[in-house]
């Protein structure tokens, strides 16, 4: 009877054990496929704004164009388009650049047909965040800029969310920028400015940093090694337990 009741403890033991392994051995197989997954997709998205960044400027998707616009079909397109800008709505928002901590300077643009599209003009330094610091600096008038386009942020995580009440932004969240300065038909996009130079040597453009980091290759392999672990620990765990049942 001693021998029976052990081997039924064996089974339970086993059954138990074995399904938490079989449970964290299937999570981490998913986790190293997902990732082989990501690394496609990585793969592929580098290989399409590499290809991309290269094009001729074409001008800039209008108001009808918008709903098909997307990340995977537009994100870093050479635009161009030609309006005014609406200088006394311009936005500052937080940024660190090669040049160091500063803004980014988001102009609205003004095009023929009434809609807008948020220009971003460039760095600012910390100590150039008022107007009257960067002299010459507003473009007044028609004027035509050049740049990659570039899809709408979302707003931030604590503690560096966007906080609209006190014109403090962290990133370029159009529709809430748009809102606190009272325009409407604004462009799911913004068009990131090339360098030509502006008056003063402020803002300064053409600082697009076009880089996507692709670790997926080795978190794939790390969550296949973790799941092979689990593999051999289960069938050791197992093994020496009944080995020392019939002992």
């Given amino acids: 009877m001693t021998d029976i009741a052990e081997e039924q403890k064996s089974l339970v033991f086993s059954v138990i054990f074995g399904m ?23 793969t592929d998205l580098i290989a399409h704004v590499n290809g991309r960044i290269h094009l001729p400027p074409m001008p800039a998707p209008p108001e009808a164009e918008w709903p098909d616009i997307t990340a995977a079909c537009c994100d870093y397109l050479p635009v161009r388009v030609k309006g005014h800008f609406l200088n006394d709505k311009e936005v500052l928002v937080n940024a660190l650049t090669s040049y160091g901590s500063g803004y980014w300077l988001l102009t609205p643009l003004e095009i023929a047909d009434g809609s807008v599209i948020f220009i971003n003009r460039g760095f600012v330094p910390m100590d150039r965040k008022e107007p009257g610091a960067r002299t010459g600096s507003q473009i007044t008038g028609e004027t035509t800029i050049s740049g990659l386009l570039r899809m709408g942020e979302k707003n931030s995580f604590y503690p560096r969310r966007n906080d609209p009440s006190a014109d403090r932004w962290y990133t370029r969240e159009l529709p809430a920028i748009a809102k606190t300065r009272g325009l409407a038909n604004v462009a799911p996009y913004f068009i990131d ?36 672990g689990v593999f051999l620990a289960a069938g050791f765990v197992i093994f020496s337990h009944r080995k020392k049942i019939y002992m």
């Fill in 193 to 228: 400015a090339d360098k030509t130079p502006n008056a003063g040597g402020i803002p300064v453009g053409g600082l697009t940093v076009i880089s996507f980091p692709n670790n997926h290759f080795s978190y794939a392999i790390t969550w296949f090694v973790l799941a092979g």
């Fill in 20 to 42: 938490i392994f079989a449970l964290f051995f299937c999570l981490f197989t998913g986790l190293g496929i997902w990732q082989v997954q990501r690394l496609g997709w990585k």
